[in-house]
């Protein structure tokens, strides 16, 4: 931990307090939408349906938000690890990531499995910016699950064998549910609601992570 003067130190907390709120943010957001917005069933469909239809400003403001937070977050992990083991490609993978959520909300996903109401169940129609969505997200999720294994790296070579593992192991699921979710959406009954409910679950892992990740950086700075 690279410790520069109070003023530095204290934008540096405050960078971090970014991807600190970020991930409840979303989180909780994503759950009220969840369970008001009319016809959304979370076991067959994938949050990203949320931005489509009437209220869908309100998802795509998340995205684009949790994104930028994101971002600022990575701003403030590079002036926390500055020079240290991962201090420089954690933080930059870290930030495609929040990237990546700006690029989610600004191309919207397609409507699919009868989401918003009235499109049909077997919708398959793909568009440009749908294409666009998933590419942006693709991207994104990469970013989260590369920068998982370079933190998992730093804390085993610093012997915290707990942080190493759970870095590790959100990379590992992370990448195994964005893999379902890339392969298995297109499927229905039992598979899909497997795959939504597991990426969702892995989802709110990944934002814990991070969350968790910027409140023992900010533990590193001098106290206030």
Known sequence: ????????????????????VAGPLYVVVGAIEALVRPGFDPTRHDLSLLANGKWGWIHITLLVLTGLLTVAGAVGMRRALR???????????????GVGLIGAGVFVADPMNGFPPGTPADANAVSWHGILHFVCGGIGFLGLIAACFVFTRRFAALGERGW????GATGVLYFAAFFGIASGSQQGGAVLTFVVLAFI??????WAW???????????LPSE
Request: aromatic share 8%; with cysteine.
């Open 164 to 167: 190493a593992m759970f870095s």
């Open 83 to 97: 020079g240290s083991r991962g201090g420089t490609w954690g933080p930059l993978l870290l930030g495609l990531y």
């Open 201 to 206: 679950a892995t989802v709110v892992l990944g």
């Open 210 to 220: 991070v969350s968790a990740l910027s409140s023992r950086m900010r533990g590193w």
């Open 1 to 20: 931990m690279n410790s520069t003067s109070p003023t530095s130190d204290a934008i540096t907390r405050a960078l971090l307090a970014c991807t600190l």
